[in-house]
């Protein structure tokens, strides 16, 4: 199943239609009809804070809606064609009925999810009820509304191990979804046993559906996941929003740490299993061979070290692409947006995350100033070198930018044509 899904659940209209048919053997009962199915309008509680896109659902071709009413003991199934839903066995009722309809099925299997985005249609419980009483002869309207929400949950480090389960307010643990035979409703599956419903390892974004509207509470085995680096475990009574989904880490994002000369530091991390930067640069200037000591031999001790150069550049890191206009360096999509701005009357350039969990999270670098004022450095020491034209270079992160008829960045990224012995900024990461 193909599904088209954005970051903000918005309005879809769906038209199911089936061909009639008249069965011969059963003159009084006519199989067949027409079923319109409208997607309850989420929009305005589907409000998604840190993503500027659309999450749009849609059907795609083989997609099922299972239907049914009080007359009947199972359910009809209308299947897309690609165009529209059709059922040949759907039986108009004897008498006035409410008919309920499910998507994506009667049952809903939430264990062991993928975690891809993609999928997360297969599991996006609809239902909804007939407004009144019909035989279906002249067809049915139905109302389907969502009745889960959507964990976004991201592994922030390289060697996370993700087993997330979700238990109801009675400690039960939640294995899926049957529908509330004549309700537009599910009833929530359970298990005394532990269930998990997403099983992944290392850093990345993943996509767990969860009930809404009912209290739950998240665990990721025995550690806890985070909310705006708060510690989250436990919905308050009325469960999640149906329609919305929420973004949790498995670990902070920023933080603080103690360094050799008694600073607390303070840390902040720009993209799943990136480094965890500090947010300021080491005092003084220093050499490549300094730079690049490590345990208590570095300039802030053990917590700390100088970053290799392609922990922190390169694709979903600090990265850039070229202006179709200009050529210049400008942000790349997947990557860390990045701008120039003046504070305190002081020259900088900031990066912000873009990634779930990351929007909120900048890191400053700050200028060396050239001998010309028209000319300004972002730079910093990495732990990496090279050989070039046979002399032994230190490889440098940096960022230059120009005053002309307007100021703006001209270079990014690696720059190897100093020695070891000259100074720079250097701006570490946690060593762990």
Same mark, same amino acid.
């Given at each position: ?118 999928d997360v249609a297969t599991k996006y419980a609809l239902a909804g009820a007939t407004a009144s009483a019909t035989t279906g002869s002249d067809g049915l309207t139905v109302t389907m509304k969502a009745k889960v929400a959507v964990l976004r949950i991201v592994g922030v480090n390289k060697d996370d191990i993700l087993d997330i389960d979700v238990k109801d307010a009675d400690g039960k643990y939640v294995s899926g979804f049957t529908a509330k035979k004549n309700s537009a409703d599910f009833d929530v599956q359970k298990s005394d046993t532990k269930v998990s419903l997403l099983s992944k390892q290392g850093a990345g974004v993943y996509y767990v559906v969860v009930p809404a509207g009912v209290k739950i509470s998240v665990s990721n085995g025995d550690k806890s996941l985070y909310s705006d680096n708060n510690p989250m475990s436990t919905t308050k009574a009325d469960g999640l929003k149906a329609g919305k989904y ?28 990136? +480094? =965890? #930067? ?10 490549? &061979? $300094?730079?690049?000591? @490590? *345990? ?10 100088? +970053? =290799? #150069? ?10 850039? &692409? $070229?202006?179709?206009? @200009? *050529? ?105």
């Amino acid at each position: 199943m193909k599904k088209i899904l954005y970051s903000v659940f918005m309005l879809a209209t769906m038209v199911l239609a089936a061909c009639s048919s008249d069965d011969t053997t059963e003159p009084a009962v006519k199989r067949g009809m027409v079923l319109k199915a409208n997607v309850e309008d989420t929009d305005t509680r589907a409000t998604i804070t840190d993503n500027e896109g659309k999450w749009k659902f849609a059907f795609a071709t083989n997609d099922m809606v299972k239907v049914g009413n009080d007359q009947v003991n199972g359910y009809y199934t209308f299947t897309n064609d690609g165009t529209v839903f059709a059922s040949t066995d759907a039986k108009q009722a004897a008498t006035a009925a409410t008919w309920c309809a499910y998507f994506p099925g009667e049952t809903i299997d939430l264990r062991n999810q993928s975690g891809d985005f993609a999928d997360v249609a297969t599991k996006y419980a609809l239902a909804g009820a007939t407004a009144s009483a019909t035989t279906g002869s002249d067809g049915l309207t139905v109302t389907m509304k969502a009745k889960v929400a959507v964990l976004r949950i991201v592994g922030v480090n390289k060697d996370d191990i993700l087993d997330i389960d979700v238990k109801d307010a009675d400690g039960k643990y939640v294995s899926g979804f049957t529908a509330k035979k004549n309700s537009a409703d599910f009833d929530v599956q359970k298990s005394d046993t532990k269930v998990s419903l997403l099983s992944k390892q290392g850093a990345g974004v993943y996509y767990v559906v969860v009930p809404a509207g009912v209290k739950i509470s998240v665990s990721n085995g025995d550690k806890s996941l985070y909310s705006d680096n708060n510690p989250m475990s436990t919905t308050k009574a009325d469960g999640l929003k149906a329609g919305k989904y929420y973004t949790l880490t498995t670990g902070k994002t920023k933080g603080s740490e103690t360094n050799s000369l008694g600073e607390t530091i303070d840390w902040v991390q720009l993209w799943a299993g990136g +480094p =965890k #930067f500090a947010v300021k640069n080491v005092k003084e200037d220093m050499t490549w &061979t $300094d730079a690049t000591k @490590t *345990g208590d031999e570095y300039v802030w001790g053990a917590n700390w070290r100088t +970053p =290799k #150069f392609d922990e922190v550049f390169g694709e979903g890191k600090l990265n850039f &692409t $070229d202006d179709k206009e @200009t *050529g210049l360096p400008t942000s790349v999509a997947g990557s860390p947006s990045f701008e120039l701005k003046e504070q305190n009357g002081y020259l900088t350039v900031v990066f912000t995350g873009v990634q779930p969990g990351y929007t909120k999270n900048t890191l400053t670098l700050y200028d060396k100033p050239n001998t010309k004022e028209e000319n300004h450095n972002f730079d910093f020491w990495t732990a990496s070198d090279e050989i070039v034209d046979g002399e032994d270079k230190g490889v440098l992160f940096q960022i230059q930018a120009a005053t002309w008829d307007k100021l703006y960045i001209y270079s990014f990224g690696k720059n190897t044509a100093h020695w070891k012995d000259k100074k720079f900024f250097v701006r570490p990461v946690l060593a762990k």
